[in-house]
């Protein structure tokens, strides 16, 4: 589905859902290089940016965060800078774009705002939205490791190991999806038709915006790792302290038993016995249930 967006400055045209029409008006309009319209035709592996005679290529990677698996995976979109248009490409709709594309296209007034400039402003606006995504997962990432936290000191290792690899696979998935980004707008790579101080402007301030995304998701790894050892060591903690435990009950139970094997060889004191034998696993039996007791009181089985 082709639609756009147009001022008498600019034309923003938005591609969901590449066809055979589209690639085709593609080539034929703009003339772009085979290579960049074979790669929008399929999800690429890693973003990219190339500069040609009369034209920018962008291929941009945003996070997503599939709630079913949870796990951060890319959504692609692919951009077109020319002077006078901004194509942007993807399969299905990227929420926020989409959300974004709405909003102008039903106000004159941000027409003008956004479209009604240069393309090095439209650019920059775009990947505002698609960077800036990133911020409230980071502070959704954040609050599931507070929480994880909170449980940890409570009592609730065991329960928290799961969670703590599910948090760390989803930020190694975001760190996996901006780390190649960060350093891929640097101004200087441009020396072409679009290396103009508006350009290189726009360039430097998207890396700052990466940068920023990239520290913050960096700061979150290393209280998540960190926050694993703790757990792993209050873990490794709780099963020394149950190995101790088990090995006093050894003590304690071995010569019990050997006890309870002698007394029937008792022959004079039957009653005796019996009553000893009573006493014997009567207290075997409360042992073990104030450990199990106190085991499952402090959340350890």
Not at 148 to 158: C, D, L, Q, T, V
Not at 161 to 186: K, M, T
Not at 237 to 259: D, M, Q, R, W, Y
Not at 267 to 291: K, Q, Y
Request: hydrophobic content about 40%; overall charge negative; proline content about 4%.
């Amino acid at each position: 589905m082709l639609r756009q967006i147009k001022t008498k400055e600019l034309t923003w045209i938005d591609i969901i859902d590449l066809e055979k029409k589209d690639l085709d008006f593609l080539e034929s309009e703009f003339h772009f290089h085979a290579i960049d319209l074979q790669e929008i035709t399929h999800r690429s592996t890693r973003p990219k940016l190339e500069e040609y005679p009369g034209y920018l290529f962008a291929i941009v990677h945003s996070p997503v965060f599939d709630a079913k698996s949870r796990s951060t995976t890319p959504a692609e979109v692919d951009i077109f800078i020319t002077e006078g248009h901004i194509i942007t490409v993807h399969m299905g709709r990227v929420h926020l774009l989409d959300q974004f594309f709405k909003q102008i296209n039903e106000s004159t007034v941000l027409q003008e705002r956004y479209v009604g400039r240069s393309s090095a402003y439209l650019l920059y606006s775009i990947m505002g939205v698609l960077i800036d995504s990133s911020f409230p997962k980071i502070d959704h990432i954040y609050e599931k490791i507070e929480l994880a936290e909170h449980k940890i000191f409570n009592g609730e290792e065991r329960a928290m190991v799961y969670e703590l690899s599910a948090i760390s696979r989803d930020l190694s998935g975001f760190r996996q999806i901006i780390r190649p980004q960060v350093h891929l707008y640097n101004p200087d790579m441009l020396h072409g038709d679009f290396s103009t101080p508006a350009y290189k402007a726009i360039f430097k301030s998207i890396q700052s915006r990466l940068q920023r995304v990239w520290d913050a998701l960096d700061n979150q790894y290393e209280k998540i790792s960190s926050l694993s050892e703790t757990n792993s060591n209050l873990l490794s903690h709780k099963l020394n302290e149950f190995i101790k435990t088990l090995t006093l009950l050894s003590a304690i139970f071995i010569p019990l038993g050997v006890i309870c094997q002698v007394l029937p060889t008792i022959s004079d004191a039957p009653r005796l016995n019996f009553v000893l034998f009573w006493i014997i696993i009567g207290f075997m039996l409360t042992i073990d249930f104030v450990i199990l007791w106190y085991y499952r009181t402090r959340r350890m089985i």
